[in-house]
């Protein structure tokens, strides 16, 4: 079956570490997203990347970095720059000319104490 | 710039009864309009779209929205509640050179009461 995955489902982290949250797709989807969500707030959008081996930043990249080296995947990794990490992590992807429809992966519930 | 609004973060309906869940949007040019659910501790689902054509869309678990260009409106509609409806919604814009991207809307909770 095709599909986005992400993992883990949960992640639990000492603050001042960082940690990489992974991404896979095999829709063969040109483009990838990173959104952020917290309670009342909506999604947020982090990173994104239309092509392999380029991305851009988002409305909130500060303390978050990517990278696209596969088409496949788009991990995302929060560093210890990042002054309030604890978030529901959501990764997209979309094929080009999709007119704006995303294919969401399951997310990543990350917490930072 | 484009932007979306959920009006009434928190929505509550009895089962059987009408589910109404508003969405205005703002864009410049032509929009594409979207909403998706999401059920706890999940990604989102894309319930139904409009690009072009029909103002009146179907999509998936019985519910259907209406483009309203005049009132720049997306509300979403469901004749029916059903308990399993209790999720979040949310509505989201993009357009012809958005490439791809979506603006959202701040979510609209649904519960449904038996």
């Known amino acids: 079956d095709g599909g986005i995955t992400q993992s883990p489902k949960y992640l639990f982290r000492k603050e001042g570490q960082n940690v990489t949250l992974s991404c896979e797709q095999n829709l063969n989807h040109d483009a990838m997203y990173w959104y952020r969500q917290d309670p009342g707030q909506g999604l947020r959008l982090i990173y994104y990347s239309q092509i392999v081996n380029d991305f851009q930043k988002g409305d909130i990249a500060e303390g978050y970095s990517v990278s696209r080296e596969k088409k496949e995947s788009f991990p995302l990794t929060v560093t210890s720059a990042q002054k309030n990490p604890t978030a529901f992590y959501l990764c997209?992807?979309?094929?080009?000319?999709?007119?704006?429809?995303?294919?969401f992966g399951p997310g990543t519930r990350l917490t930072v104490t | 710039a484009q932007s979306v609004t959920q009006l009434g973060s928190h929505v509550s309906v009895s089962e059987g009864a009408l589910v109404l869940l508003r969405c205005n949007y703002s864009s410049s040019v032509p929009p594409y309009l979207f909403w998706y659910v999401q059920y706890p501790n999940q990604g989102l689902q894309l319930l139904l779209k409009?690009?072009?054509?029909?103002?009146l869309v179907k999509g998936i678990n019985g519910f259907e929205a209406e483009f309203k260009k005049s009132e720049t409106s997306f509300h979403l509609t469901k004749p029916s509640a059903h308990m399993s409806d209790a999720a979040e919604y949310f509505c989201a814009v993009s357009h012809n050179n958005a490439g791809n991207m979506l603006t959202f809307g701040g979510g609209t909770r649904l519960m449904v009461k038996p």
């Open positions: 409009y690009t072009t054509g029909a103002t």
């Open positions: 997209a992807s979309t094929l080009t000319g999709a007119l704006g429809e995303q294919y």
